[in-house]
C-alpha cells in the first residue's frame, strides 16, 4: 500500500493543544513540509514571539529561542549575524508584529535582513482573550471593542503585507489563506518560494497568514471558514505582493 | 593613552567580542561611534539597531547563536532594555550591556551620576533576577573589567553591565593593553541547529506546576556562587582607623584623592570600594566596619549604595552619607572637609545625610 | 611630584590635542597622567577645555577645583578660570586673543605671549599657537621636557596629521625660548 499522506519529518509527533479550528497547525505543517523539503532541519532556528504562536517548539523539532513581545525580528537579526549559514525565521501574531513589534519587523525588512517572517493574522490578540487586535476589522466585536472597532476611536485596520513590500530591504512578501484547500495549496507554494529566497541569501522575506482564531471569535470552525471568505479576504487581499528577481 | 570608551571597546574586542547592537544617545556615543570602524577590521558586525530595544533583542538573539556581543547605552535607552535584560536573565543568556550613564530621572542631564545604581542592582526589569554589575574607577578598568564582565558573564549565563559614566568615558589615562588569550568557553547550549543532537530550546517561559519556583531557586543558587566567589572589592585601610570611606566609581577617585589628604594630616582612615556592585562586598564591609566605627559613603546620587552600605554593615557602626545627585562631583575638600567634620563631632552626630 | 593645569581656548584652537601632547610627554617620563576634557553643560557656546594631572604616585581625581597651572588662550577662559590658579600658581596667556590687563591675579607667574603672531611669523602658522604657548609652559614650569613634548608630537601625530610633525617641533621649541617674545616675565610679588 502506498503512503500518501504523512507527517513532515520535522514535525513532532504530539497532540495538538490548539483549539479546534485554528489554523497554527496548518501552519507548522507547511513549515515542516519546507524544512524537509530543503533539508535543512539541522540548521534552522526558529523565533516565535509572544501568543499562542510562542508553542512552536511543542511541534517543530528544531532549535528555538523564545523572544520578548513583538522583538522576534531584532533576536532573529543577531543570530543571523552570527551564523549566516543557519535559516532563521520568526513567528508572529499580529499583535506581536502588528502592535508592539511594528519598529523591529520594519526595520529588520528595511535592512534586508536575510530572515524569514511568518506573520500569522487572526485579526485578535488570542492567548490574551481575544482583544482588539492592529488587524482587527471594523465593525468586529472583540473584548476590548465590545460595541465593534470604531474608526473615531480605534482607526483603520492594518494591511502589513502592502505595507512591507514597499521597502527596498523585501524580496518577497505575500499574504495566503488557509481556509480552503485551493489556499492552503498557494500558500505552501509562498512558503516554499519565502524559504527559498532566505536560502538564496538574497533577502528579507515575508508570509502574511490569515487564519482563523475561532475561540475569539465566538464562531464554529465552519462559521470561521464561511467568514474569512466573506469579511476577511475582501479586505486582507490575498496574493504575492513583492517578488524580486532572485526570490522564488 | 586612551580615551576610556575606546579602553572599553579595546577590552570587548580583546575578550572576543564581534557583536555590537546599538542606538545614539549622549554620552556613550564614543563607544558605536569607535566600533563601528573598528568591528569590521577584525571580522566582526556592528549595527546601529532602530531602537534600545532592538538592541538588547539583537543582543539576546547574537548571544543565543553563543557569540560574545554587546550593546551600550546611557539611562533613558537602559530603561528600555530592561524587558530584554530580564528575558536574558530568565533564559541564562550571556552578554555585556554598557551603561555611560546620565542623570536621572526622565531626560535629565548628560553630567556625571551615580543615579543608576538601583536599576543596575536590584535588576530595573521584572522578576527575580539580578545582573552582574561591574563598576570602573580608571581607564584600565575600563578595559580589564570589560574583559572580566564578558568571563562573568558566561561563567554564570547571565547578564553583565558596565556601569560607569562621562568622566571614565571622557577621560584618557595610559592603559597597559594585556592581550589575554581569548577562552571562550564551549557553549553546549547555544542554538546553532539540532545537527547531531536533539533539538534545544532557550526560554524563559515555565507553565508547568512548580517549574518556574524550580527555576528561581537555581537562578538564586547561581547569585549566591557570585556572591561566595566572584565579589571584588579595594581595600585600602589604615591600622586603627577612624573612619572608613565607601565610594565606588568616578567618585572613588575625589574619595582617593581625600584619603590621601587625610593621611598627609596625620588622620587614620580606611578606604573600600566596592568594584562588583553586585555581587555586593557585604562580608568585607561588615568585618571592616566592626572594627571601625564610623563609615562615610560618598556619591554622586541621593545615597542608593548607601541601602547597602548599612545592609552590611556591623551594629553599632554609625553610617554618614555624602550625597550629590545633580551632577556635581563631591571634591576631594569636600570630603575631607565632612570627614574632619564626623571625626571631631565623634559620637555627637546622628547617622545620615551630612 | 604633583601637578594640575587646565588648558582652555576656543574650539578649533587645538586645546584638547594641546593636554593630550603634555600627558602624552609626561606618560613617557613615566609619570602617571589624567587627561579630562570639559563635557556636558561646559561645552557650549564654543569654549574648549581640559584638565591635566601629572604626578609621581597614582592620581585620585582627574579633575580640580584650584589648580597649579592655567593655559589660556581666550579672553572668556581667562575670565572664567583664572581665580582657579593657586597662589603662586603659573599662567600663560595666549594674548594674541586675551588683553593682558584683564589678568586679575597679583599672586601667581604670568607668562603673556602674543603666540598666535608668534607662531605666524615662526613657522608661517597661526593654528601653532598652542604649541607655542605649550612649549612656554614647559620650558617655564619643568613639568615634562620639550624633548618629550617633541617624543609625544611623533607618537600622537599619525596618518594625514605626520606631515605637522616638523612644524609641530618647531612650534614648541619657540615657545621654549619664549622669554625671547616678552618683554618681562612677570614673577610672583612679594
Not at chain 1, 514535525?11 to 524537509?36: N, Q
Not at chain 2, 543558587?221 to 565607601?246: F, G, M, P, S
Not at chain 2, 571601625?292 to 559613603?297: A, D, K, M
Not at chain 3, 600663560?92 to 604670568?110: G, H, Q, Y
Amino acid at each position: 500500500m502506498q503512503k500518501v499522506f504523512a507527517r513532515p519529518q520535522s514535525m513532532l509527533e504530539t497532540t495538538s493543544h490548539f483549539c479546534p479550528g485554528c489554523h497554527h497547525g496548518t501552519v507548522h505543517r507547511l513549515l515542516c513540509e519546507a524544512i524537509d523539503h530543503y533539508g535543512i532541519r539541522e540548521n534552522t532556528v526558529g523565533v516565535p514571539g509572544v501568543g499562542c504562536g510562542v508553542f512552536l517548539y511543542d511541534y517543530i523539532d528544531i532549535d528555538v529561542c523564545e523572544a520578548p513581545h513583538g522583538r522576534a525580528p531584532a533576536v532573529a537579526t543577531g543570530m543571523k549575524r552570527v551564523a549566516p549559514e543557519n535559516f532563521i525565521f520568526t513567528y508572529q501574531g499580529d499583535g506581536d508584529l502588528g502592535a508592539i513589534g511594528f519598529s523591529e519587523v520594519v526595520h529588520t525588512a528595511n535592512r534586508g535582513e536575510n530572515i524569514t517572517v511568518i506573520f500569522v493574522n487572526n485579526s485578535v490578540y488570542g492567548m490574551t482573550g481575544g482583544q482588539m487586535a492592529p488587524t482587527t476589522l471594523l465593525g468586529q466585536r472583540t473584548t476590548t471593542s465590545p460595541r465593534g472597532r470604531d474608526l473615531r476611536n480605534d482607526g483603520y485596520p492594518l494591511r502589513m503585507t502592502e505595507m512591507l513590500a514597499a521597502l527596498e530591504g523585501v524580496v518577497f512578501a505575500a499574504r495566503v489563506s488557509l481556509h480552503t484547500a485551493a489556499h492552503v495549496k498557494k500558500a505552501r507554494k509562498a512558503v516554499m518560494k519565502a524559504f527559498h529566497t532566505q536560502l538564496e541569501g538574497t533577502g528579507f522575506s515575508f508570509i502574511e497568514f490569515i487564519s482563523a482564531c475561532p475561540t475569539n471569535w465566538n464562531l464554529s470552525s465552519q462559521e470561521s471558514v464561511n467568514r474569512i471568505e466573506k469579511e476577511i479576504i475582501p479586505y486582507y487581499k490575498t496574493g504575492i505582493f513583492k517578488e524580486k528577481d532572485g526570490g522564488g | 593613552m586612551l580615551q576610556g570608551c575606546v579602553a572599553l571597546a579595546e577590552g570587548a574586542i580583546a575578550a572576543g567580542c564581534r557583536y555590537y547592537f546599538g542606538y545614539p544617545i549622549t554620552p556613550q556615543n564614543d563607544i558605536p561611534e569607535y566600533l563601528s570602524g573598528r568591528l569590521p577590521q577584525v571580522g566582526g558586525v556592528f549595527i546601529q539597531a532602530e531602537s534600545e530595544i532592538a538592541s538588547i533583542n539583537m543582543l539576546l538573539g547574537a548571544s543565543a547563536a553563543g557569540a560574545r556581543a554587546m550593546t551600550s547605552s546611557s539611562g533613558p535607552g537602559i530603561s528600555l532594555m530592561q524587558e530584554g535584560l530580564s528575558y536574558m536573565a530568565g533564559s541564562e543568556l550571556p552578554g555585556l550591556v554598557v551603561n555611560i550613564t546620565r542623570i536621572g530621572p526622565g531626560l535629565g542631564g548628560i553630567a556625571s551620576s551615580q543615579g543608576d545604581y538601583w536599576q543596575a542592582t536590584r535588576g530595573g526589569g521584572h522578576g527575580d533576577y539580578r545582573l552582574i554589575v561591574l563598576a570602573p574607577n580608571s581607564v584600565q578598568e575600563m578595559y580589564d573589567l570589560t574583559i572580566k564582565a564578558f568571563y562573568l558573564s558566561d561563567k554564570y549565563r547571565n547578564p553583565a553591565m558596565i556601569l560607569a559614566d562621562a568622566i571614565l568615558g571622557q577621560m584618557k589615562e595610559p592603559v597597559r593593553l594585556k592581550k589575554p588569550p581569548v577562552e571562550i568557553p564551549h557553549k553546549p547550549w547555544a542554538l546553532t541547529g539540532a545537527s547531531g543532537r536533539k533539538a534545544q530550546i532557550i526560554k524563559s517561559l515555565y507553565l508547568g506546576d512548580g517549574e518556574m519556583e524550580e527555576h528561581n531557586w537555581h537562578l538564586y543558587e547561581k547569585y549566591e556562587q557570585l556572591q561566595r566567589r566572584d565579589t571584588l572589592v579595594e581595600i585600602d585601610v589604615d591600622d586603627n582607623a577612624d573612619i572608613l570611606l565607601i565610594s565606588f566609581g568616578s567618585c572613588s577617585r575625589m574619595v582617593q584623592s581625600a584619603v590621601g589628604m587625610a593621611r598627609s594630616r596625620g588622620l587614620k582612615v580606611g578606604f573600600v570600594r566596592p568594584i562588583t556592585l553586585f555581587p555586593f562586598p557585604h562580608d568585607t564591609i561588615r568585618e571592616l566596619s566592626r572594627e571601625v566605627g564610623r563609615v562615610l559613603t560618598v556619591e554622586m546620587n541621593t545615597g542608593q549604595m548607601w541601602d547597602d552600605v548599612r545592609l552590611s554593615l556591623h551594629p553599632g557602626c554609625r553610617a554618614s552619607l555624602l550625597a550629590r545627585p545633580g551632577g556635581g562631583i563631591p571634591s576631594p575638600a569636600q570630603i575631607l572637609s565632612k570627614m574632619e567634620k564626623l571625626l571631631k563631632a565623634g559620637d555627637k552626630v546622628a547617622e545620615g545625610i551630612c | 611630584m604633583y601637578y594640575d593645569i587646565i588648558l582652555s581656548g576656543f574650539g578649533g584652537q587645538g586645546i584638547l590635542l594641546t593636554g593630550d601632547l603634555l600627558a602624552s610627554a609626561a606618560m613617557l617620563e613615566d609619570k602617571h597622567v589624567t587627561w579630562m576634557p570639559s563635557y556636558g553643560v561646559e561645552m557650549r557656546g564654543g569654549a574648549a577645555s581640559c584638565t591635566v594631572v601629572v604626578s609621581s604616585t597614582r592620581i585620585g581625581s582627574p579633575i580640580s577645583e584650584k589648580i597649579q597651572g592655567l593655559i589660556s588662550m581666550s579672553k572668556p577662559s581667562l575670565l572664567k578660570y583664572q581665580g582657579r590658579i593657586r597662589s603662586g600658581g603659573l599662567l600663560v596667556l595666549n594674548t594674541s586673543f586675551a588683553d593682558p590687563d584683564l589678568v586679575e591675579r597679583e599672586d601667581i607667574t604670568k607668562i603673556c605671549l602674543p603666540a598666535s603672531e608668534i607662531a605666524y611669523q615662526e613657522v608661517g602658522e597661526y593654528k601653532m599657537a598652542n604649541m607655542v604657548v605649550l612649549g612656554a609652559f614647559a620650558a617655564h614650569s619643568g613639568v615634562v621636557s620639550l624633548e618629550k613634548l617633541e617624543e609625544a608630537a611623533e607618537v600622537l601625530l599619525t596618518g594625514r596629521k605626520k606631515k605637522l610633525v616638523p612644524v609641530v617641533k618647531k612650534a614648541l621649541n619657540c615657545g621654549g625660548s619664549y622669554k625671547k617674545y616678552v618683554r618681562a616675565v612677570q614673577p610672583v610679588k612679594g
